[in-house]
């Protein structure tokens, strides 16, 4: 059975956009084209790009993802490789976790000192006008720009 590219997005829950960006970057095959030149997906066409969104839903970069999808087709591999790929990304996801809880802490530090007067004596202008106010260092570092 095929699908069209419409469908493909709708079982997947995105947008056509990002399944041709998938194609664009390599992440997934050109599909077969109909005399139209529709795209058709084949259902190991969609099991990749099931494989795709899932590992993005779990926030794993593009390069993360390129070399699971190497490593699912070296059946007989060890697992060492995909285990070490999926640990740093846990790693990841702790980190972010912690960086959330401290802005957690700081707004709820910000909201529990309203004055309730003018924007003079307001806790939250201050704050954000003055990083030394903050009880943590909540930078951010830098990212690359989101994939769709």
């Not at 494989?51 to 007989?76: P, Y």
């Not at 003079?120 to 690359?144: F, G």
């Amino acid at each position: 059975m095929d699908y069209s590219i419409g469908q493909v997005a709708k079982q997947l829950g995105c947008n056509v956009q990002t399944i041709r960006y998938y194609e664009q970057i390599g992440l997934i095959a050109a599909p077969q084209r109909t005399a139209g030149q529709q795209r058709r997906y084949r259902s190991a066409d969609l099991d990749r790009l099931m494989f795709v969104r899932h590992a993005r839903e779990l926030g794993f970069s593009l390069d993360a993802i390129r070399a699971l999808l190497r490593l699912s087709n070296q059946v007989e591999e060890p697992c060492h490789l995909a285990d070490q790929i999926a640990a740093e990304q846990l790693a990841e996801v702790r980190s972010r976790i912690a960086r959330l809880r401290a802005l957690e802490d700081e707004l709820v530090a910000m909201v529990d000192h309203r004055a309730h007067s003018t924007v003079a004596n307001c806790q939250v202008i201050e704050v954000l006008r003055n990083h030394a106010l903050c009880q943590h260092d909540h930078h951010e570092p830098p990212t690359s720009p989101a994939a769709p």
